[in-house]
């Protein structure tokens, strides 16, 4: 059963910077496009960042090009995102995707799996 299980969330002050982790129990795991989601309250599940397979492409929304940064780590089956300069708009509920051989601009209705989020809060 595949599991993807995110960490590193809490609450920050504008400026602030955290690292999320996300756990992936993929037996296949290098052969996956990874990727963050974030969902603010009432609004849809938004693209974050993606990374290829191999981790040689990457992929950011236009709102943390340049305050963050995603990587993976094959031989340990996960995924990061680094998130410097928080913003109060960057608060949400972060999820963790993954899709096999999929591009790096991942979209929700392409995601084979999906882990149970990770809040987080940024405080202005």
């Known amino acids: 059963q595949v599991q993807l299980v995110e960490s590193g969330g809490g609450l920050v002050q504008a400026g602030g910077s955290l690292r999320l982790s996300c756990a992936a129990s993929i037996r296949t795991f290098s052969s996956y496009t990874m990727g963050w989601f974030r969902q603010a309250p009432g609004q849809e599940r938004e693209f974050v960042a993606g990374i290829s397979w191999s981790g040689g492409r990457t992929a950011y929304a236009d709102s943390v090009k340049g305050r963050s940064t995603i990587s993976r780590d094959n031989a340990k089956n996960t995924v990061y995102l680094q998130m410097n300069s928080l913003k109060p708009e960057d608060t949400g509920v972060y999820y963790c995707?993954?899709?096999?051989?999929?591009?790096?601009?991942?979209?929700?209705?392409?995601?084979?799996?999906w882990g149970q989020g990770t809040q987080v809060t940024v405080s202005s």
């Open positions: 995707a993954a899709n096999r051989l999929g591009p790096v601009v991942l979209t929700t209705t392409r995601v084979d799996y």
